[in-house]
């Protein structure tokens, strides 16, 4: 019943194609009563107003009537078959149960945590947050793909070419292109003239899927023309932002054009690629005008686009740099720490922030930025292209970002990006006690949730540190991880007796799982039991609730008292 719970259409088509249609209809309305009967044991822990709000519009009336029938009736067989038969006899019974098994999904989940990064390698990142809008409880930590997309959205050039590039290098600029409906004919055209006689080995496509050698290798001939676009930003953008400290990553000075070289930290490399017909060697960083018109199209396209900014409106409206939810704390990335585990500290606007300081800080100047996106002057958007490569960001969560070197240069040594001190650190007692002592949560209780590094459980690695306090939660979803990550994903899930960590089996399609009916959940990796059962009053929302039960008893009283008149709904 569960997997049929989750699937509802793909299950109704398999056993629609293999029952003759009087089983059919017998199929159907067996699983109606079971889901009925499902759904009335599961929102026996929720109130009648929390029940209409996550009702289905069109057979709300009709779920109410089933879930809350009066107890005067006798005959509740007869009741409920009296109203399946009409379900069925109006040809709405596919649709009610689709629309009942959703309604279960949604009691099955109080409250969703994305932990960050739902825009990254992976295909249809709209269809996701699609779904994600329609949720019906959820809140978002922000990873750092998404900060990159929210920066594009707020009209970052820098960012709108990180974006292309990381597109092109995993070919999703379908995702682009049909999912958003944004316009890359403009650049195609400028790459494939710019690099028209250039096979552009190094920036071919990484894929799962098939495709065919005119797209591949257009593909890469974009990839490659917005990356040397990117390489020239850079320098604007760190050139304006020392504070940033990111001014040695901008190498295009670097690179004697002549011998196909590059000098970096006093050791000289080959090039793998020397075609760089868009840079002036003695003005590296100047872009050509058919660069400046293409990333002014590509600028407009991403600010005016109405999906892509319901989208992002939706990121800022249920996201943040962090969250502390029922005690717990909840980040995507890490709490930079220096070589000594104290907070590394960032100076902005004349003021050196650190620890959550630095949290709050980063994330009042991305609103700000923006709220300003239409603005000529809006220095505040570096700030997205900060959190995502900065040394300091808490999403970043590396000292340096390789992409120059990753692309150009062959030896790996060059490639290497040591991640912050966090993560080497986490586990020393007093190092994480000043952590949860900065965000004022419960050393002995509460635990830091956060993901951004892929925790793999086939090489024995574990998603639970610290004795239990750290829980890394990063499973490696996306195909492109498929190489390297054994697992599908990790859901964390706690309810009032435990917290309990499942990973995921990765599968090939869902058709595969519909034939099969196998489960993709593989494994429980760990249990947290509580001694004590965790009650509602305990709990964020329980404090919510305890607060509107004093505000109604104060009016109540001043109702009593004469101090306010009774207010009738006309």
């Known amino acids: 019943l569960a997997f049929f719970v989750y699937y509802p259409k793909q299950m109704l088509k398999k056993y629609q194609d293999r029952l003759p249609n009087q089983d059919y209809k017998q199929f159907i309305r067996q699983k109606l009563l079971d889901c009925i009967a499902l759904s009335k044991t599961m929102s026996q822990k929720y109130t009648k107003s929390k029940i209409r709000k996550t009702l289905p519009a069109p057979f709300a009336y009709i779920i109410q009537e089933l879930l809350f029938e009066s107890t005067h009736i006798k005959d509740k067989a007869n009741y409920y078959n009296a109203i399946l038969d009409a379900i069925f006899k109006t040809n709405r019974e596919q649709n009610f149960l689709i629309e009942l098994s959703y309604f279960i999904q949604r009691l099955t989940i109080d409250r969703l945590h994305v932990v960050g990064d739902i825009f990254d390698r992976g295909p249809a990142a709209h269809l996701v947050l ?48 049909e999912g958003y409906g944004i316009n890359l004919l403009p650049l195609a055209s400028f790459a494939n003239k710019t690099y028209y006689d250039d096979a552009c080995d190094n920036f071919i496509p990484k894929t799962q899927h098939t495709i065919d050698d005119d797209k591949k290798a257009l593909v890469a001939k974009i990839h490659k023309a917005i990356t040397i676009m990117q390489f020239k930003l850079e320098h604007l953008v760190f050139q304006r932002n020392p504070h940033f400290h990111l001014e040695d990553h901008c190498h295009l000075h670097h690179i004697n054009y002549t011998n196909g070289t590059v000098t970096l930290n006093d050791h000289t490399y080959a090039l793998k690629d020397t075609h760089f017909p868009t840079i002036d060697p003695e003005h590296p960083y100047q872009l050509t005008p058919q660069e400046e018109t293409v990333l002014k199209q590509l600028k407009n396209a991403f600010l005016n686009n109405d999906l892509l900014q319901n989208h992002v409106r939706f990121l800022f409206q249920k996201g943040q740099m962090y969250l502390k939810y029922n005690n717990n704390l909840l980040f995507h990335g890490c709490i ?3 070589e000594d585990g104290h907070f590394a500290s960032m100076m902005i606007d004349d003021t050196l922030v650190k620890g959550k300081s630095l949290l709050d800080t980063l994330e009042q100047k991305i609103r700000k930025a923006y709220l300003n996106r239409y603005q000529k002057e809006n220095a505040d958007k570096d700030y997205f292209i900060f959190l995502w490569q900065g040394k300091n960001s808490p999403l970043f969560g590396k000292t340096q970002m390789k992409t120059f070197e990753r692309y150009l240069i062959s030896d790996k040594n060059a490639h290497q990006e040591p991640m912050n001190n966090y993560f080497h650190l986490r586990e020393d007692e007093t190092i994480l006690k000043n952590i949860y ?3 004022n949560i419960d050393y002995n209780h509460s635990k830091i949730i956060n993901g951004h590094v892929p925790t793999d459980i086939s090489n024995g690695e574990s998603p639970v540190k610290a ?7 990063d499973g490696g979803m996306s195909s492109q991880y498929k ?12 309810d009032s007796y435990k917290l309990f960590l499942i990973s995921h089996e990765r599968f090939p399609s869902v058709e595969t799982l519909i034939e099969k009916e196998t489960d993709i959940i593989s494994l429980l990796q760990a249990e947290d039991i509580n001694l004590e059962r965790e009650y ?13 039960i004093n505000d109604l008893t104060v009016l109540l009283e001043a109702y009593r008292s004469g101090e306010i008149k009774e207010y009738i709904k006309k």
């Open 130 to 177: 699609d779904k994600m809008m329609k949720y019906h409880s959820l809140d978002i930590e922000w990873g750092n793909h998404d900060v990159l997309w929210m920066g594009a959205a707020s009209g970052s050039r820098l960012a709108i070419c990180n974006v292309l590039r990381n597109s092109a290098k995993y070919n999703t600029l379908d995702t682009l292109e």
């Open 336 to 338: 930079p720490l220096d």
């Open 467 to 473: 004795n239990g306090r750290i829980y890394a939660i």
């Open 536 to 548: 509602i009053y305990n709990t964020d929302k329980g404090k919510k609730i305890k607060a509107d």
């Open 483 to 494: 190489e390297k990550i054994g697992i599908g994903g990790y859901t964390l899930i706690a």
């Open 437 to 439: 002592n900065e965000f």
